[in-house]
């Protein structure tokens, strides 16, 4: 079992930067890629980034990629997420999410979820 809870978002304006965290309870942190997905009002839950067990490997979604980086801390259990030149169409609830041995862009293969934080990006 894992449970996770993110921290970090918030309104911020257009050009800004935020860093998201997710702090991860469990034995099996270590072992399973981790990832951030979003969900904007009216749309469909979408990946923005993954990271391998190891941190060795990470995977962006198009729409941020340059501008966004993912990491993580396995002494600390925590993922981040470093989210730079934010846009208003980046602005969603972002769920951090975990429980497999590999990344995936499909959200229904996920076992375990946050709670979900906002960022507002204003223009």
């Known amino acids: 079992q894992v449970v996770l809870v993110e921290s970090g978002g918030g309104l911020v304006q257009a050009g800004g930067s935020l860093r998201l965290s997710c702090a991860a309870s469990?034995?099996?942190?270590?072992?399973?890629?981790m990832g951030w997905f979003r969900q904007a009002p009216g749309k469909e839950r979408e990946f923005v980034a993954g990271?391998?067990?190891?941190?060795?490997?990470?995977y962006y979604a198009d729409s941020v990629k340059g501008r966004f980086t993912i990491s993580r801390d396995n002494a600390k259990n925590t993922v981040y997420l470093q989210m730079n030149s934010l846009k208003p169409e980046d602005t969603a609830v972002y769920y951090c999410v975990g429980g497999r041995s590999y990344v995936s862009v499909d959200p229904a293969t996920y076992d375990y979820w946050g709670q979900g934080t906002q960022v507002t990006v204003s223009s």
């Open positions: 990271i391998s067990w190891s941190g060795g490997s990470t």
């Open positions: 469990g034995r099996t942190f270590s072992s399973t890629a």
